[in-house]
């Protein structure tokens, strides 16, 4: 059975301004979806990207945004979110505080596939890069 502590969680920085705990998967001996925390900090927006696979959120803190193929639907800490698979999507953060999730995708190997060209956001954000 996994179980992984919290003192042996590893900080994945994902983009700038943007981590994770990514907690289940294929390796940490998980047989069929992906999990983990991300956290993105205060205004802060990650590329636009799809999955193959749905991409399933319950937002524990803060406030952010949440655009799937060219619709915006605002977050708050309780809410649920389930992102199609294919949907190209992305999270931004426009508030002064943390924008902080659950994440799960319904397979122990997600891929992610890029789509700069569908970076459409406020241009007092700064659009997240690979630290």
């Known amino acids: 059975m996994p179980h992984i502590r919290k003192e042996d969680q590893k900080r994945e920085d994902c983009w700038k301004g943007i981590f994770r705990f990514h ?6 001996g998980c047989g069929a979806l992906s999990m983990g925390v991300m956290t993105l900090e205060p205004h802060t927006c990650m590329p636009c990207h799809s999955h193959l696979v749905e991409d399933d959120m319950y937002i524990i803190e803060g406030e952010g945004i949440a655009r799937a193929d ?3 639907t605002v977050l708050r800490a309780g809410d649920f979110i ?7 999507h992305y999270l931004r953060n426009e508030s002064d ?3 902080t999730l659950v994440y799960v995708w319904p397979s122990r190997d997600v891929e992610r596939f890029l789509h700069p060209d569908e970076n459409h956001v406020d241009p007092k954000l700064t659009i997240a890069e690979r630290p």
């Open 70 to 72: 060219g619709v915006d």
């Open 97 to 99: 505080s943390n924008f």
């Open 82 to 88: 389930c992102v199609p698979a294919g949907a190209h």
């Open 23 to 28: 907690g289940l998967d294929r390796a940490t």
